[in-house]
């Protein structure tokens, strides 16, 4: 089955730790996203990718970090610097411009801090 | 910096009515797409429709279809014969088609509640 796997599901972190979230695709798409959703606020864009070993940051990328050794892998890591980190979140991923271009979602991680 | 406005933060309708969720968005650009999502309690993300600037053709998905007005900046979905497994929250969505994969812009979204 082709997707995007999300995992955990649910995630819970002490205050001070950092935790890596992880995102898979076997779509064999260039192009990869993390966005964050909280309540009444919608999706906000972290980072993304758009190929191997490079990414860019989004609108609030402040706290996190992320890594993209492979096609297929886009892991973000909240940090002890994110002030705020209980959120759901969510990756997706995309092949490229064009009439396909349409963004896929995986099913998210929702991340507590206790 | 594109902008995408909901102005309808919670909507409902009667089973098998219609339904017409409403965005806005605010561009420079030309060529654009846009798209709706639906996210169910589940909290997938579900792609509903999408649609090219350059088309003039208003998409249609089975009951999903959209008004697409590029003067106005304006992009509502219709849902038609609306079922209670339509209840959930609907973003709207702006995409550049500038050069290389470029993110998702998202409005802060419509919670539909089907009314049995």
């Known amino acids: 089955d082709g997707g995007i796997t999300q995992s955990p599901k649910y995630l819970f972190r002490k205050e001070g730790q950092n935790v890596t979230l992880s995102c898979e695709q076997n779509l064999n798409h260039d192009a990869m996203y993390w966005y964050r959703q909280d309540p009444g606020q919608g999706l906000r864009l972290i980072y993304y990718s758009q190929i191997v070993n490079d990414f860019q940051k989004g609108d609030i990328a402040e706290g996190y970090s992320v890594s993209r050794e492979k096609k297929e892998s886009f892991p973000l890591t909240v940090t002890s610097a994110q002030k705020n980190p209980t959120a759901f979140y969510l990756c997706?991923?995309?092949?490229?411009?064009?009439?396909?271009?349409?963004?896929?979602f995986g099913p998210g991680t929702r991340l507590t801090v206790l | 910096a594109q902008t995408v406005t909901q102005s309808q933060p919670e909507m409902s309708v009667q089973e098998a009515e219609t339904v017409t969720l409403s965005c806005t968005y605010d561009t420079s650009e030309s060529d654009y797409y846009l798209f709706w999502y639906k996210q169910p309690p589940s909290r997938q993300m579900i792609l509903v429709i999408r649609?090219?600037?350059?088309?003039?053709q208003n998409a249609t998905e089975n009951r999903f279809s959209v008004n697409f007005q590029k003067a106005a900046k304006s992009f509502s979905l219709k849902i038609s014969d609306s079922q209670l497994g339509d209840a959930a929250m609907y973003f709207c969505a702006y995409r550049s088609p500038s050069s290389g994969n470029t993110p998702l812009v998202f409005g802060k979204g419509t919670r539909l509640s089907v009314i049995a």
């Open positions: 997706a991923s995309s092949k490229g411009p064009g009439p396909t271009d349409t963004q896929y």
């Open positions: 649609q090219e600037a350059y088309k003039q």
